[in-house]
């Protein structure tokens, strides 16, 4: 295995890493922005009132795109398993 392969397979793991998590994390993002919004604008400073609909957020996001995640990982994975006779050479 060559310097090159192991960059490009890091480079294809990062990538997969990023657009697997990107929803949950822009999801997760704009609702901690609006509920921030909404606390500073009624001044109330409640942690529960910021950890409870990103919890219901995440698991949305979860149930609407897990199939798609699952079946990404899941070639991802099953092309990583292809190359591995190339990998180690045999």
């Known amino acids: ?3 090159e392969t192991v960059d490009s397979l890091l480079g294809q793991s ?5 657009i697997l998590s990107m929803p949950l994390l822009i999801v ?11 606390q500073s604008i009624t001044q109330i400073n409640e942690q529960t009132l910021s950890f409870v609909p990103k919890i219901f957020s995440i698991l949305s996001i979860l149930i609407l795109l897990g199939p798609w995640m ?11 398993i292809k ?3 190339i990998l180690v050479n045999i």
């Open 14 to 18: 990062i990538k997969m890493i990023l």
């Open 70 to 80: 699952l079946s990404t990982i899941i070639n991802y994975i099953r092309d990583l």
């Open 1 to 3: 295995m060559t310097l």
């Open 28 to 38: 997760v993002l704009l609702i901690g922005l609006i509920i921030s919004i909404l």
């Open 83 to 85: 190359i591995l006779p």
